[in-house]
């Protein structure tokens, strides 16, 4: 099994969650788009939907966002 996600010291981070948000976090474009995929394909298994207005992306390099 693959692991994505960004480390954190000794920790791999994937996601945080608070109430009914939800943010991904990923060290690759790649290995975003399939934390999305994943998260289509469990969210079509539990008839949600992912509200795609309040979808953002943001990209961070070197510790500065872009």
Same mark, same amino acid.
């Given at each position: 099994? $693959?692991?994505?996600? #960004?480390?954190?010291? #000794?920790? =791999?981070? &994937?996601?945080?969650? /608070? +109430?009914?948000? &939800? +943010?991904?976090?990923? @060290? @690759? $474009?790649?290995? =975003? ?5 994943? =998260? $289509?394909?469990? @969210? $079509? ?6 509200? =795609?207005?309040?979808?953002? #992306?943001?990209? /961070?390099?070197?510790? &500065?966002?872009?």
């Amino acid at each position: 099994m $693959e692991h994505h996600g #960004v480390a954190t010291g #000794v920790r =791999l981070v &994937q996601a945080i969650r /608070f +109430a009914d948000d &939800q +943010a991904i976090t990923a @060290s @690759s $474009e790649k290995d =975003l788009q399939r934390m999305m995929k994943a =998260l $289509e394909r469990i @969210s $079509e298994e539990y008839r949600m939907r992912i509200n =795609l207005k309040k979808t953002k #992306v943001m990209m /961070f390099t070197k510790g &500065q966002p872009r």
